[in-house]
């Protein structure tokens, strides 16, 4: 007789995006194998899903608190690996430090990863992550063969750029609305070694920094830039341009070190405009050479060097806003934007700045977000203030014909959704076709009116 699949375990969990700003009492499901994950949708019937992987976005994304969160980071077989070719076939709550440590030492690297390692192959592709190569490399999707995806009826499709390629674009970006990945095949890259040769280049104000971008960013594999928010004036907008490469010469190694840990959640009144302004100040004007060789992972992963750098923010939490500014007109746009944090008295601790080019699924994919212009994230403490603050920063990037990015909202609302996002009626078309809005649902798709 063939093993009979256990009956489902729910359990009480109180779940946060990455933020940790607005925590919510949820019934979470975890799958121990792939039978489990392909059963879910028929184990909760009459109720909604969302998967989750490690939890990163950094808003409600992965979150559902109104029916049954899907918890995917045992589901993280790797398949099989074509040693010639580099392709890779893996489940989806497969992390990417896990492929980082496994292939690194045979020369291959993930194409894309974004600024944590800690991300789900299943995440990866529902929230089309990017990072500092967008401008030579695109997006995750640009790299992704095809998935296994299992829709609102149990139906189970192959999806990719020939096969099914409305599914394959609507999964991208979808924030896991569409269905459940079930397994990705994604191309890897080979690589020189495992250490990346720096540039940093110090720039005094926003239009330096811009032009930096555009004299340097074309010589170089990897772009992307600190800016410190509470430099006003003359020195609105400074920052640090940091450029790198693969070095040429070097070896595989890939150090899986165990994260140092926050102990404690940092008091509220430790993140300041006096404390961060001098860390600030003495970060710009701290000495550094021009080149320097760092390990890949210090220079693409750099708080994951602390496990819950997120606790440093303390109990109130924080969000991340990431808008993209497309256009010749972004600079105007970014100097409007901080401009705006400071005259509110609610300027970033922390920013980053990076380049897109234009994207190759910006026609196909309804909801990814990168495309062509700038993009900036920027952290701000939890505060009763800051839904007024995104609002005023949403008009800003509208009037710049911008978006804010889905991985990492908080606070955005369906009119302003519908603004920035005006292909969204298609995909939810498209969604319709796969039965999926009876079945997956998250706290953000109820919040922007993408699911009842």
């Known amino acids: ?92 709550g497969v992390s990417l430090e896990t492929l980082l440590s496994v292939f690194i030492p045979r020369g291959w690297m993930v194409p894309v990863v ?13 929230a089309d992550i990017h990072g500092k190569n967008h401008h030579r490399e695109g997006s995750f999707s640009k790299h992704l063969r095809s998935f296994k995806l299992i829709d609102g009826q149990m139906q189970k499709h192959i999806c990719s750029r020939e096969e099914n390629p409305d599914f394959f674009w609507a999964t991208v970006g979808g924030m896991g609305l ?4 079930s397994e990705v095949q994604l191309q890897l890259q080979r690589i020189p070694s495992s250490r990346i040769k720096m540039v940093a280049l110090p720039a005094k104000n926003l239009p330096e920094l811009i032009e930096a971008f555009a004299e340097h960013e074309q010589k170089h594999h990897f772009s992307v830039a600190w800016l410190d928010c509470l430099a006003g004036g003359s020195s609105l907008g400074r920052g640090i341009l940091l450029l790198g490469d693969f ?24 993140l300041n405009h006096i404390s961060m302004g001098l860390f600030n100040e003495l970060y710009y004007r701290l000495p550094r050479p021009e080149t320097q060789i760092v390990d890949a992972d210090k220079f693409f992963f750099p708080l ?62 309804s909801l990814s977000f990168p495309d062509e212009g700038y993009t900036l994230a920027i952290d701000f403490p939890g505060s009763s203030r800051l839904a007024d603050l995104c609002h005023k920063l949403d008009q800003i990037v509208i009037e710049h014909a911008g978006r804010i990015y889905l991985a990492k909202d908080s606070m955005m609302n369906p009119e302003t959704f519908a603004q920035m996002y005006p292909q969204a009626q298609q995909w939810q078309e498209i969604c319709q076709r796969l039965a999926s809005p009876k079945v997956f649902s998250s706290n953000l798709s109820r919040r922007l009116g993408l699911t009842d």
């Open 178 to 181: 569409t269905g459940l990945v």
């Open 304 to 365: 994951d060097r602390f496990s819950n750098w997120n606790y440093m923010y303390g109990p109130r939490g924080f969000i991340q806003y990431q808008c993209l500014l497309p256009g010749p007109n972004a600079t105007k746009g970014l100097e409007q934007i901080l401009k705006l944090c400071q005259s509110e008295r609610m300027p970033s601790y922390f920013a980053v700045l990076k380049r897109f080019a234009k994207a190759e699924q910006h026609e196909h994919a």
């Open 1 to 92: 007789m063939p093993e009979r699949e256990p009956s489902p375990t729910y359990k009480g969990m109180n779940l946060s995006g990455w933020g940790r700003f607005g925590r919510f009492d949820c019934r979470v499901l975890r799958a121990e194998k792939i039978s489990q994950f392909e059963n879910s949708i028929q184990n909760t019937v009459g109720e909604t899903l969302i998967a989750r992987g490690y939890g990163r976005s950094y808003g409600d994304a992965a979150v559902n608190q109104a029916g049954v969160t899907l918890l995917t980071e045992r589901l993280d077989r790797i398949l099989a690996f074509d040693e010639d070719t580099g392709l890779l076939t893996a489940e989806p």
């Open 247 to 270: 070095a040429e010469e070097g070896d595989f190694r890939w150090n899986r070190k165990a994260p140092l840990s926050v102990p404690f959640q940092a008091p509220n009144f430790l």
């Open 114 to 126: 974004p600024g944590t390692k800690f991300v789900s192959l299943g995440g990866a592709v529902a």
